[in-house]
């Protein structure tokens, strides 16, 4: 069984201080890919630095998530990082209504930057999105033809599921379907196309059923494609298979 993690920040704590044990947890549960996205300006070279030792096993993106949007963002600079580190994705980018700062009015100007970015790259783009979907459909829209990517940490309804969809993006499905009441997305889950679902754990920073969020790992992966797998009565072999099919096509994995 081959797995693909597709949104895990290996650079934080506690994974970075015992990577080594992290990846070799992870290959022996089948996981052949690790996607590592970046959070500011200051992770970009960490991000580099990490799939660069690992070539094939960890991928990197790079991009400036919501909560460091009061930073300078030099697109030339991030262009030129995503050239050099060969990035699979501009990422994690998006919008956050959940907390105070920074504002929304900041948030917007840089994620659409980066999502034009990323289309003049031709990269997909690794959506972070809480209470602020109608805002980010509002601007997904406005790209003709529509931006590949994904629309990370999905837990929301099946209506919801469906409105991204049409807009082209896949979805990332974590720790939260493995939750039994976590009713909507797990609703969701059993009814999207399969083509159309990714695998990730977010760790260290979103739990699993019985896992606390800092104990998450790669590994943990597994465990999410079995949860989907019994929603969609299915063998998980065939969860396994499609997920990292999904996965390396959007992304561009050679596996």
């Given at each position: 069984?081959?797995?693909?993690?597709?949104?895990?920040?290996?650079?934080?704590?506690?994974?970075?201080?015992?990577?080594?044990?992290?990846?070799?947890?992870?290959?022996?549960?089948?996981?052949?890919?690790?996607?590592?996205?970046?959070?500011?300006a200051a992770s970009w070279l960490r991000i580099h630095s990490l799939a660069a030792a690992q070539p094939g096993l960890i991928h990197p993106a790079l991009g400036l998530h919501p909560w460091?949007?009061?930073?300078?963002?030099?697109?030339?600079?991030?262009?030129?990082?995503?050239?050099?580190?060969?990035?699979?994705?501009?990422?994690?980018?998006?919008?956050?209504?959940?907390?105070d700062a920074p504002a929304m009015s900041?948030?917007?100007?840089?994620?659409?930057?980066?999502?034009?970015?990323?289309?003049?790259?031709?990269?997909?783009?690794?959506l972070h999105c809480r209470g602020a979907f109608a805002e980010m459909a509002a601007i997904l829209q406005r790209f003709d033809p529509p931006l590949?990517?994904?629309?990370?940490?999905?837990?929301?309804?099946?209506?919801?599921?469906?409105?991204?969809?049409?807009?082209?993006?896949?979805?990332?499905?974590?720790g939260a379907v493995t939750r039994p009441q976590a009713v909507r997305v797990r609703e969701a889950v059993a009814a999207v196309p399969l083509e159309r679902l990714l695998l990730e754990t977010d760790a260290p920073s979103i739990g699993l059923h019985g896992v606390e969020a800092v104990a998450t790992e790669p590994r943990h992966v597994r465990e999410v494609a079995a949860a989907i797998a019994e929603l969609r009565r299915v063998d998980v072999a065939i969860i396994a298979e499609a997920t990292t099919h999904n996965a390396a096509e959007l992304f561009g994995l050679a596996i």
């Amino acid at each position: 069984m081959r797995l693909i993690d597709t949104h895990c920040h290996l650079d934080c704590e506690p994974l970075d201080a015992a990577l080594p044990e992290v990846l070799a947890r992870a290959s022996a549960r089948g996981v052949i890919g690790i996607i590592a996205p970046a959070y500011d300006a200051a992770s970009w070279l960490r991000i580099h630095s990490l799939a660069a030792a690992q070539p094939g096993l960890i991928h990197p993106a790079l991009g400036l998530h919501p909560w460091a949007a009061a930073e300078p963002l030099d697109l030339d600079e991030l262009a030129s990082g995503l050239r050099e580190c060969a990035a699979v994705a501009v990422g994690e980018v998006g919008l956050d209504s959940k907390i105070d700062a920074p504002a929304m009015s900041q948030q917007i100007p840089v994620l659409e930057r980066q999502l034009e970015l990323a289309r003049d790259l031709d990269l997909p783009v690794i959506l972070h999105c809480r209470g602020a979907f109608a805002e980010m459909a509002a601007i997904l829209q406005r790209f003709d033809p529509p931006l590949r990517g994904v629309l990370h940490a999905f837990s929301r309804s099946h209506d919801l599921a469906r409105q991204f969809l049409r807009l082209g993006l896949h979805l990332g499905i974590g720790g939260a379907v493995t939750r039994p009441q976590a009713v909507r997305v797990r609703e969701a889950v059993a009814a999207v196309p399969l083509e159309r679902l990714l695998l990730e754990t977010d760790a260290p920073s979103i739990g699993l059923h019985g896992v606390e969020a800092v104990a998450t790992e790669p590994r943990h992966v597994r465990e999410v494609a079995a949860a989907i797998a019994e929603l969609r009565r299915v063998d998980v072999a065939i969860i396994a298979e499609a997920t990292t099919h999904n996965a390396a096509e959007l992304f561009g994995l050679a596996i």
